[in-house]
T-cell receptor, first 109, second 116 residues
């Protein structure tokens, strides 16, 4: 069965303290890996798509990378407004995306 | 932001009553999806549509039905609501499936449904 796991479950950082979130996947095939940000009470907001190992995408303080078994979301010098739950999802050529449970990030001022 | 609205945003109902949730998009995207989000389970697909009157089941479709009579509207119906259907429901849209650059799904704001 295809699975997506994310670690850590929750992460607390001080403002400016860089870190990485992990998304590991076990799937029969990978057409694409997606990162989303979700604020409390809102729908997921699309951040990145990665299609092949070695690919990287950047947006402001976020950088997403992809290997054959996992993806990392690197957060450089985070600010309190980066606090959110970050979701990853895999398109495994099936009928739907397989979503991970998310990492809840808190950035303290 | 993608033009996706959901209505109602909050609903409380009783077990056994029918409930219909609406998703409306202004992006003219072909694909529309209904997900539920529950603690410990993440987002799970209920049903999706790949065109007007073309729908298919997702992984948690039991107890739900959908309809799409217009490109812009996708309805989710709980024929007889149960407490296990208490959840947050999200609609999503995408331009396509399987083509790089068209797979991304964009989500609506969600509907919080409570079944007493």
């Amino acid at each position: 069965e295809d699975q997506v796991t994310q670690s850590p479950e929750a992460l607390r950082l001080q403002e400016g303290e860089s870190s990485s979130l992990n998304c590991s996947y076990t799937v029969s095939g990978l057409r694409g890996l997606f990162w989303y940000r979700q604020d409390p009470g809102k729908g997921p907001e699309f951040l990145f798509t990665l299609y092949s190992a070695g690919e990287e995408k950047e947006k402001e303080r976020l950088k997403a990378t992809l290997t054959k078994k996992e993806s990392f979301l690197h957060i450089t010098a985070p600010k309190p407004e980066d606090s959110a739950t970050y979701l990853c999802a895999v398109d495994n050529y099936g009928q739907n995306f397989v979503f991970g449970p998310g990492t809840r990030l808190s950035v303290l001022p | 932001d993608a033009g996706i609205t959901q209505s109602p945003r909050h609903k409380v109902t009783e077990t056994g009553t029918p409930v219909t949730l609406r998703c409306h998009q202004t992006e003219n995207h072909r694909y529309m999806y209904w997900y539920r989000q529950d603690p410990g389970h993440g987002l799970r697909l209920i049903h999706y549509s790949y065109g007007v009157k073309d729908t298919d089941k997702g992984e948690v479709s039991d107890g739900y039905s959908v309809s799409r009579s217009k490109t812009e509207d996708f309805l989710l119906t709980l024929e007889s609501a149960t407490s296990s259907q208490t959840s947050v429901y999200f609609c999503a849209i995408s331009e396509g499936r399987g083509l790089e650059g068209y797979n991304e799904q964009f989500f609506g704001p969600g509907t919080r449904l409570t079944v007493l």
